[in-house]
């Protein structure tokens, strides 16, 4: 394997990594799950890591020039060709949580709650498939029955029969594109109105999910000039083979993996609750640290009493036990209420 693909297999498996240290770290704290811009962040990881992994297994393939069924590579293309989607779907629905937060923060708990976060990720799911389902209906109605035993080299041109079928297909990327454009500009545009008319607190708070909105901008724009990448490389290929090889490889690592490490950029270090969290998991290390005694104080025992039981536990330790459910769900919803502040 030569050089440009070790450096690509050393990418996806560092963002993999980090990917999946943010997923766990999701996972730590109830606030995290029950909070739309967390649930859509996390979306977006799982999206991102399926996505990477899929295409790497692809790329490895192809460069040994390993055949497959066709009705393997199809369903890789349907999983890869979903969530090629899923990633700015999710970022533009989180723009506009953002918008509903700070423009409309009176219904944003109606409108953001975990039965709605649910509801949103289903529509961006359907929404995502819908480009695949047409491109795909039309490759069923086009091939032969025998071709799905066929073994081939999988890539995306082998689904192309027709020459307008490619311009179908991009001609439905372009219209994703623009609607996602145009949603990103009319948060941004209302967010700054807001900005400009609060003051004190409220307008650093402004301020900062406006900053939110701008990468989230940045990194949606990433992830739609990849639509346009086929243009570029088809054109660049007529010109020179090896051209079309170094444009190809720019491309994958500007404009599929770069937007997909931006997601733990934007919330994995910027978020203060989240990075907080990060920090204390990555850090943590119980095994590191000798066991330590704990002193049991309390008011209703002032004899150190020991039950009857066989093993001699002491009285207190028995009370305590008994009793510290309610102490401990006392503590989660004291540090759920402060998460919550």
């Not at 311009?167 to 996602?180: E, G, K």
């Not at 454009?181 to 900062?208: H, L, P, Q």
């Not at 500007?254 to 998991?281: M, N, Q, V, W």
């Amino acid at each position: 394997m030569n050089d440009k693909r070790m450096l690509i297999q050393v990418f996806v498996v560092l963002f993999l990594c980090i990917n999946l240290l943010l997923i766990t770290t999701f996972f730590t704290k109830e606030v995290f799950y029950t909070t739309m811009r967390y649930v859509l962040f996390a979306v977006t990881l799982m999206s991102d890591c399926l996505f990477l992994f899929l295409a790497d297994l692809l790329l490895i393939l192809n460069y040994y020039r390993y055949t497959i069924q066709m009705w393997l590579c199809l369903s890789i293309y349907i999983v890869l060709s979903l969530y090629l989607f899923v990633t700015p779907v999710t970022l533009t629905a989180m723009t506009l949580e953002r918008y509903v937060a700070i423009c409309l923060p009176l219904r944003h708990a109606e409108l953001c709650s975990p039965r709605s976060t649910l509801h949103c990720i289903l529509i961006i799911h359907i929404l995502s498939s819908l480009p695949s389902i047409v491109f795909l209906s039309i490759f069923f109605a086009s091939a032969s029955y025998g071709s799905y035993s066929q073994g081939r080299v999988c890539t995306v041109e082998i689904f192309i029969i027709q020459t307008w079928q490619g311009h179908l297909n991009s001609a439905i990327n372009q219209f994703y594109f623009l609607i996602m454009c145009i949603t990103i500009v009319f948060s941004y545009v209302n967010i700054m109105r807001v900005a400009k008319a609060t003051s004190g607190e409220d307008k650093k708070s402004t301020w900062r999910g406006l900053r939110t909105v701008g990468l989230h901008a940045f990194q949606l724009l990433l992830c739609l000039i990849q639509l346009w990448c086929p243009f570029i490389e088809a054109a660049v290929f007529k010109i020179n083979l090896i051209l079309f090889i170094n444009v190809r490889f720019f491309n994958y690592i500007s404009f599929i993996l770069a937007p997909r490490c931006l997601s733990p950029l934007i919330y994995g270090l910027r978020d203060e609750k989240f990075f907080h969290a990060l920090k204390t998991f990555a850090l943590r290390t119980p095994h590191l640290h000798p066991k330590e005694k704990q002193v049991l104080l309390s008011t209703l025992h002032t004899k150190a009493a020991v039950s009857d039981r066989r093993d001699g536990q002491p009285v207190i330790v028995l009370d305590y036990n008994r009793s510290r459910g309610g102490v401990d769900n006392l503590d989660k919803v004291i540090e759920h209420a402060a998460a919550g502040g």
